[in-house]
């Protein structure tokens, strides 16, 4: 069973880069999709980015400019950068795992775990 | 602003059945999966594909789609199913491939 842990910088100052990086245990890296998701004080779910074990990414466009999502195969892990941080992306940031399948022709996402979670203020 | 569409807020009495719908264009060619959070946890995958349940979800969540539109039925609404659910999807319409939530659905049982 895959578990998820997460960790990186909880305070930061505005203009300065977010990093958290997220380390896989228990189940195979490659095949799947790895994932970073962002929830806001008091507001739902935004998904931010995922990558895969070849370093494929895919990037929500209303952060793409500011995130890089990247791997490290030989550590299991995969990392989030958010530059020029302001307080809008004051939030919990999640990894989660992302599978894919397929049934009568409609393919279908899931992410099936989840890190604990990561809070990340921007303050001056 | 979230391009699935869900109501922000539903009530179920004990024992009842609810439904939380989740409509957008991009359920047109995908299906839905659904995510269970409660307060100061992180969500929880509850339903994926046509109607598939993780192990450890009670079979009293359920899902189906038709058209733009996924649900999410909870038939026989326990207390601690009160929490908010989430909505996903794949949305492949612009050039590169994405995945979008639902704004989330408050449940309240009564």
């Known amino acids: 069973q895959v578990q998820l842990q997460q960790w990186g910088a909880g305070l930061l100052k505005p203009s300065e880069t977010l990093s958290l990086t997220c380390a896989v245990y228990g189940g195979s890296f490659s095949g799947y999709y790895w994932s970073w998701i962002r929830q806001p004080p008091g507001k739902g779910l935004e998904w931010i980015g995922e990558i895969n074990h070849s370093g494929s990414t895919n990037y929500n466009p209303s952060l793409k400019s500011r995130v890089t999502i990247s791997v490290d195969t030989s550590k299991n892990q995969f990392s989030l950068k958010l530059s020029s941080v302001t307080a809008a992306d004051t939030a919990v940031y999640y990894c989660a795992t992302r599978r894919k399948g397929m049934l009568y022709g409609y393919y279908y996402y899931y992410m099936d775990v989840w890190g604990k979670g990561t809070t990340v203020t921007v303050s001056s | 602003s979230s391009e699935l569409t869900q109501d922000p807020a539903v009530s179920v009495a004990l024992g009842q059945t609810v439904r939380i719908t989740c409509q957008g264009d991009?359920?047109?060619?995908?299906?839905a999966s659904w995510y269970q959070q409660k307060p100061g946890q992180a969500p929880v995958l509850v339903i994926y594909g046509k109607n598939n349940r993780p192990s450890g979800i009670p079979d009293r969540f359920s899902g189906s789609s038709s058209g733009n539109t996924a649900s999410l039925t909870i038939t026989g609404a326990q207390a601690e199913d009160e929490a908010d659910y989430y909505c996903?999807?794949?949305?492949?319409?612009?050039?590169?491939?994405?995945?979008?939530f639902g704004g989330g659905t408050k449940l309240t049982v009564l």
């Open positions: 996903n999807s794949r949305d492949s319409s612009g050039n590169h491939p994405r995945c979008v």
């Open positions: 991009s359920l047109r060619s995908y299906y």
